[in-house]
């Protein structure tokens, strides 16, 4: 949409409606992590700046037991008024369902082995997972220079705050993003990717854990630092699984 005014405005989502016939269904404003992959979910108060456009996806939720594929979508523009009437106008746009959703398919990779693919539509990537270890704590050591011969060493710590329940799955990669990918509007470094897409999957015994991916944010290309349960260490089996929409990526660590 465009802002046509002169001066910013902030996005409102109560000027969208989605109508089936007599039946109206309006805007939500969660389930947005679902959509990631499609772009970026506009929330309400987002600024507009004046005489640009903003590109990005509304949310509705409708019935699974609804069959109608054929919409309607109003945005409302103004309204006159005048004795004893009231006007209320409306953009129309013929809106038509499309199922997004298949049914999965697992694809195993290999460490060091390089997944590629477009997930769906115009969403390519294209990475691999290099190594994997278990660890409580993980040190980085790095220069700051005030003058070119005034510099210190400095080390940064990365680990969980709760040692005695967590620990750390750390994770060494090779990809980037793709930044003409739909999901870049709304993922912008590869920490957010693996929060987004990452689960890490285990055995311990006879159970079968399933921890989403919780990332140290850290700034350190090529390694993401997964919070799990410390139930991890006692593990006979690990994977590291991506869940993109109609296709889970398996990488196989123990």
């Given at each position: ?26 805007p939500i404003g969660y389930f947005q992590n679902t959509f990631k ?134 994770i060494e990669y090779t990809g980037a993003l793709d930044s003409e ?47 799990v349960d410390r139930k991890i260490m006692k593990a006979s089996n ?17």
């Amino acid at each position: 949409m465009k802002n046509m005014t002169k001066k910013a405005i902030a996005f409102d989502n109560s000027i969208f409606s989605l109508r089936a016939g007599r039946l109206v269904y309006r805007p939500i404003g969660y389930f947005q992590n679902t959509f990631k992959d499609l772009g970026y979910f506009l929330e309400n108060g987002t600024d507009i700046p004046n005489d640009e456009f903003l590109t990005g996806i509304v949310i509705f939720e409708i019935p699974s037991s609804m069959n109608v594929q054929n919409f309607n979508l109003f945005i409302f523009k103004d309204y006159n008024s005048g004795e004893d009437e009231f006007f209320v106008n409306y953009e129309k746009f013929a809106a038509r369902g499309l199922t997004l959703d298949e049914e999965s398919k697992t694809v195993k990779v290999d460490l060091k082995n390089t997944f590629t693919q477009d997930i769906y539509k115009k969403n390519r990537v294209s990475f691999s997972i290099d190594n994997a270890y278990i660890s409580d704590a993980y040190s980085e050591k790095y220069v700051i220079c005030k003058t070119e011969k005034e510099c210190d060493t400095k080390t940064k710590l990365i680990k969980p705050e709760n040692l005695a329940n967590t620990t750390m799955l750390v994770i060494e990669y090779t990809g980037a993003l793709d930044s003409e990918a739909n999901y870049y509007k709304s993922i912008k470094n590869m920490d957010d990717f693996f929060n987004t897409f990452a689960s890490v999957e285990y055995i311990v015994g006879l159970e079968t854990y399933t921890n989403k991916a919780s990332i140290l944010y850290s700034d350190l290309n090529g390694k993401a630092f997964m919070v799990v349960d410390r139930k991890i260490m006692k593990a006979s089996n690990i994977d590291v699984v991506f869940n993109f929409r109609n296709t889970n990526v398996s990488f196989k660590i123990k």
